[in-house]
């Protein structure tokens, strides 16, 4: 779900030196139906997930590293196979302790990279029209760094800082899809 993708990396008080997890898992789905008076369309589905999460923690400082790939289809009786799920995003965040007493006010960085595996379409509702190409490999790829001062309490956070994106499009045809002049490949934001 794009919910798990989007999750901040946290680092458990009782965390000291280096842990590593993964977790992965594999979904599928199928619908058949014959002489069925509800109606309905024959389906499978299968989606895949892995989530590797480095953590790392001494005195004063922590970071923390999460891989996230998900790659999901879809097959429809009439329609054909469209992809259902599609991420890779490798997220790094940097926390340094302006005091080694009290490790509710930190000093962080954060950065982000995230694109997908294979081509998005914007499916046409007519069959004999052409699916309009919205997304592909590094198109886009998405930066996105931000720093500043984080305030954490046992029940919330706080972060007050400075970010940037930039957006890179390797198909100039899509570009304008993600904000992009027609001429060029980069769009840098603040």
Do not use: C
């Amino acid at each position: 779900s794009p919910a798990s993708s989007q999750q901040s990396i946290v680092f458990p008080d009782t965390l000291r030196g280096g842990k590593l997890t993964w977790s992965g898992g594999v979904n599928g789905t199928q619908a058949s139906y014959r002489n069925w008076s509800k109606g309905g369309v024959n389906t499978i589905a299968i989606t895949a997930e892995s989530n590797a999460l480095y953590l790392y923690r001494n005195e004063r400082f922590q970071y923390g590293t999460r891989l996230t790939l998900k790659y999901g289809y879809a097959r429809l009786e009439d329609t054909g196979r469209r992809k259902t799920e599609d991420l890779i995003e490798f997220r790094h965040r940097f926390l340094y302790s302006l005091s080694p007493d009290n490790r509710k006010i930190n000093m962080f960085a954060n950065l982000t990279v995230s694109t997908q595996f294979n081509e998005g379409f914007n499916y046409a509702s007519d069959p004999n029209a052409p699916d309009e190409l919205v997304s592909s490999w590094l198109a886009p790829l998405v930066f996105s760094e931000n720093a500043g001062l984080a305030m954490t309490a046992s029940h919330y956070s706080l972060e007050f800082g400075l970010g940037l994106k930039q957006t890179y499009v390797r198909r100039s045809s899509i570009g304008s899809r993600y904000g992009l002049e027609s001429d060029k490949n980069v769009r840098n934001e603040g």
